[in-house]
């Protein structure tokens, strides 16, 4: 198993520009979760799903985008990028509460710089 | 809403000596707790947690109970390696609107020199 996947692993935009950062994963868990991670700060929840064509916000969702077409992939779309949006971005899973699951997986991270 | 403080850092030890991460939480209900560990350049692992109280999650030689009546989820361990070099976070299960998500404290860096 691969386990939790993001790419790209670095990138820097500039004010206006919009991108989508990629998640995946192969555990076939239901539950996926964006996080932002700030400098000396907790990661925040950004949104979740909790399976295929369900979403819901966090507690930071403005100026993020979600879709879940599928199980696997859970991509986080940013529109009109702002400096406020320079973070590190995390994208976890988990099995459901019912799969007996308590643990969530984290990917590596996405590092994303907004000039 | 439910929250988690921890002891913040950064910390610098030398190897061998004995660690005390403290956390404490507020919460409804009965929360599971977690310690999760992020190494240089990687992301969050698991490293403990305990879904009751009185539990004890260990792994790796950290050990940390989950204590209701303190609402504390101390990490210790007895005698550090430079390995053990990363940011600690303490977190707790939050199923708001069904969401199952963690909220974290806001991490220590720990530096373990030879």
């Known amino acids: 198993n691969a386990g939790v996947t993001q790419t790209p692993k670095f990138r820097i935009l500039k004010i206006g520009q919009s991108m989508t950062l990629q998640c995946t994963q192969d555990m076939n868990h239901n539950y996926m979760y964006w996080y932002r991670q700030d400098p000396g700060m907790g990661l925040k929840l950004i949104y979740y799903?909790?399976?295929?064509?369900?979403?819901d916000k966090g507690e930071v969702p403005n100026g993020y985008n979600v879709s879940r077409s599928t199980t696997e992939d859970f991509p986080l779309r940013l529109e009109l990028a702002a400096p406020s949006q320079t973070s590190v971005y995390f994208c976890?899973?988990?099995?459901?509460?019912?799969?007996?699951?308590?643990?969530?997986?984290f990917g590596p991270g996405t590092r994303l710089t907004v000039l | 809403g439910n929250s988690v403080t921890q002891m913040e850092g950064p910390v610098t030890l030398s190897e061998e000596a004995f660690l005390t991460i403290n956390c404490t939480y507020t919460?409804?209900?009965?929360?599971?707790l977690f310690w999760y560990v992020q190494y240089p350049g990687e992301g969050l692992q698991l490293l403990l947690k305990a879904t009751k109280a009185d539990d004890k999650g260990s792994n790796k030689g950290f050990e940390a109970t989950y204590r209701k009546e303190t609402t504390s989820f101390h990490l210790e361990k007895g005698s550090v390696q430079v390995s053990d070099s990363a940011v600690y976070f303490c977190a707790l299960s939050d199923n708001k609107g069904g969401s199952e998500k963690l909220v974290f404290g806001k991490g220590m860096k720990l530096t373990v020199n030879p």
């Open positions: 799903s909790v399976g295929a064509g369900i979403t």
């Open positions: 976890a899973s988990r099995l459901s509460p019912g799969q007996g699951g308590s643990e969530q997986f």
């Open positions: 919460a409804t209900g009965y929360p599971s």
